[in-house]
């Protein structure tokens, strides 16, 4: 970013893993940032780097543009309405609010509302990528609301990956993000199942991933995955129940435009399974465990010199 464009007095809500990873990349561009979250000794260590701290998402109401990330509708509603929320301060509200959340289309459409009765624009932001991938500046950015607030945004935007996409006005790149995590989760459950088949045939995990990543079938997501599923890193980035929640937004949409979904309908009962067995909160790669174990597959992790595709 150049100086020019560090204009804005930002704040940021939600200070969890993907928030602080890319609360972090603006402050490492030089933006003058205030932030709230829930638990504030989780958001600590950003304060080294500049960010000021506040006790309440009110606090953020001089701001010119409010950045929020949280897990769910209701905890949007809460920060933003509810008692020392975002627009409580009567006649002070910022001009740009930027959902990053992952919610309905409906909820997010009663969001906008609410902004625009404290003259405030939304832009609904969905990124696709985690925490990892935010620290790494590699996410990819989808945007819809007014076309004027996108290209006030687009300098801070950019700091977060560098292909940011313009869909259209409202609320549509809702759709997007839910689109974009139905596929992610097919993705990965169908790479998941054609590993165990070589490997139950004497094939090594990272070997027929090599072969997968080098072929036109590989992907920024296979090679990134390849860590995981020949070493059994299951580190969380983004849990079951979170799966489940996008999984279950996207069927939602499907049933109201007709449209059928019977893959999303498979991963949906094998994240619900996973989640059944008491590894809600762990990282939904476990499905790998999950397909293993109903074919008899012990794993184990084959230790193997790859990687991740992002590192540097």
């Known amino acids: 970013m150049t100086q020019s464009d560090k204009v804005h007095r930002l704040g940021w809500i939600g200070l969890g893993r993907?928030?602080?990873?890319?609360?972090?990349?603006?402050?490492?561009?030089?933006?003058?940032?205030?932030g709230y979250n829930r638990t504030q000794s989780k958001a600590e260590g950003l304060k080294k780097l500049g960010l000021k701290l506040v006790e309440h998402p009110a606090d953020l109401s001089d701001c010119d543009i409010v950045?929020?990330?949280?897990?769910?509708?209701?905890?949007?509603?809460s920060v933003l309405s509810g008692p020392n929320g975002l627009f409580s301060n009567q006649g002070r509200a910022p001009a740009i609010l930027v959902e990053l959340s992952t919610i309905s289309p409906e909820a997010s459409a009663q969001i906008r509302l609410l902004?625009?009765?404290?003259?405030?624009?939304?832009?609904?932001?969905?990124v696709s990528g985690n925490d990892v991938v935010a620290r790494a500046a590699r996410l990819s950015v989808t945007a819809s609301g007014p076309k004027p607030a996108f290209d006030t945004l687009l300098p801070y935007l950019k700091c977060f990956g560098p292909n940011v996409t313009?869909?259209?006005e409202g609320d549509v790149?809702?759709?997007?993000k839910i689109c974009h995590n139905l596929y992610l989760g097919i993705v990965y459950e169908g790479l998941a199942e054609v590993t165990l088949l070589a490997e139950a045939h004497g094939v090594p995990r990272h070997s027929f991933l090599e072969v997968i990543n080098n072929s036109v079938l590989g992907s920024t997501y296979t090679r990134y995955k390849t860590p995981v599923i020949?070493?059994?890193?299951?580190?969380?980035?983004?849990?079951?129940?979170?799966?489940?929640?996008?999984?279950?937004?996207?069927?939602?949409?499907?049933?109201?435009?007709?449209?059928?979904?019977?893959?999303?309908k498979v991963v949906r009962d094998i994240v619900q399974a996973c989640i059944d067995d008491g590894r809600a909160e762990q990282d939904y790669t476990i499905i790998l465990d999950k397909l293993?174990?109903?074919?008899?597959?012990?794993?184990?992790?084959?230790?193997?010199a790859v990687t991740d595709g992002l590192s540097k």
């Open 292 to 304: 293993a174990s109903y074919a008899g597959l012990v794993l184990k992790s084959e230790d193997a």
């Open 166 to 168: 313009y869909v259209g």
């Open 230 to 264: 020949a070493n059994l890193d299951y580190t969380v980035t983004f849990t079951n129940t979170l799966m489940r929640k996008d999984l279950e937004l996207g069927l939602k949409a499907a049933d109201a435009m007709g449209v059928s979904l019977p893959a999303t």
């Open 18 to 34: 993907m928030g602080y990873a890319m609360a972090e990349q603006l402050l490492k561009a030089g933006c003058d940032l205030k």
């Open 67 to 77: 950045f929020t990330m949280v897990s769910t509708g209701d905890d949007l509603r």
């Open 173 to 176: 790149s809702r759709i997007v």
């Open 115 to 126: 902004a625009a009765g404290h003259q405030t624009e939304m832009l609904v932001v969905p």
